[in-house]
């Protein structure tokens, strides 16, 4: 059972480089989200979708685009990456709420370590 | 807009004894509430949540979590702590209308000492 899967687990990028994050679920979840994880400030969210061809901001969505093409794909880009941007970036799934299957939980990838120098 | 509070960084406690990680919470209405537990270079794994019904939620490892709505609180509890609980934990809030988006606290590092 796969889960969700994130690559790469790590990357590390000059200032002003670009990158794409990855993130594949193989549960036919409706939703997916981008998370941070920065120390002593919990999970912020980045942006989420709730569903294929939709995606919508979250709390720190500047510096960041997504895309859902595919129900199973969640990209994260970042167009020009900045030292704040140095983070651990977590990507997560969950069924469509209130929908058979929600237990209002979700699930998480392992993250992906990204330094910018 | 929702918000959770985790007033303590850190919590000690020695193996065998009894732990509590305090969360409380903010949110427009009735609330979904979870724990999340990380471990070192992981990601956030499932403990438990309180949807509806019984305050007293029961989850993963002999984790439980009482909700407590007068207080805005929803605090994780162990009887009798290991040193394999030491890591990283997330109370996280969301309104039932919220459509999956948590908010989470910014954790609690729990070191369980032999």
């Known amino acids: 059972n796969a889960g969700v899967t994130q690559t790469p687990k790590f990357r590390v990028l000059k200032t002003g480089q670009s990158m794409t994050l990855l993130c594949a679920q193989d549960?036919?979840?409706?939703?997916m989200y981008w998370y941070r994880q920065d120390p002593g400030m919990g999970l912020r969210l980045i942006h989420y979708?709730?569903?294929?061809?939709?995606?919508a901001k979250g709390e720190v969505p500047d510096g960041y685009n997504v895309s859902r093409l595919k129900k199973q794909n969640f990209l994260l880009g970042l167009e020009s990456a900045a030292p704040s941007q140095t983070s651990v970036y977590f990507c997560?799934?969950?069924?469509?709420?209130?929908?058979?299957?929600?237990?209002?939980?979700?699930?998480f990838g392992e993250g992906s370590r990204l330094t910018v120098l | 807009a929702q918000s959770v509070a985790q007033p303590e960084d850190q919590v000690n406690v020695a193996e065998g004894n009894p732990l509590t990680v305090k969360c409380t919470y903010s949110?427009?209405?009735?609330?979904?509430l979870f724990w999340y537990v990380q471990y070192p270079n992981r990601g956030l794994q499932f403990l438990l949540k309180?949807?509806?019904?019984?305050?007293l939620v029961k989850g993963s490892y002999g984790f439980e979590a009482e909700f407590n709505k007068s207080q805005t609180s929803f605090h994780l509890k162990k009887p009798s702590a290991l040193v394999s609980d030491s890591a990283l934990y997330f109370c996280a809030v969301r309104a039932v209308t919220s459509y999956g988006k948590l908010t989470f606290g910014q954790g609690t590092i729990l070191t369980v000492h032999p």
């Open positions: 309180y949807i509806t019904g019984d305050n």
């Open positions: 979708s709730v569903g294929e061809g939709t995606t």
């Open positions: 949110v427009s209405g009735n609330p979904y």
């Open positions: 997560a799934s969950s069924p469509q709420p209130r929908l058979a299957g929600d237990t209002g939980e979700l699930f």
């Open positions: 549960m036919n979840h409706e939703y």
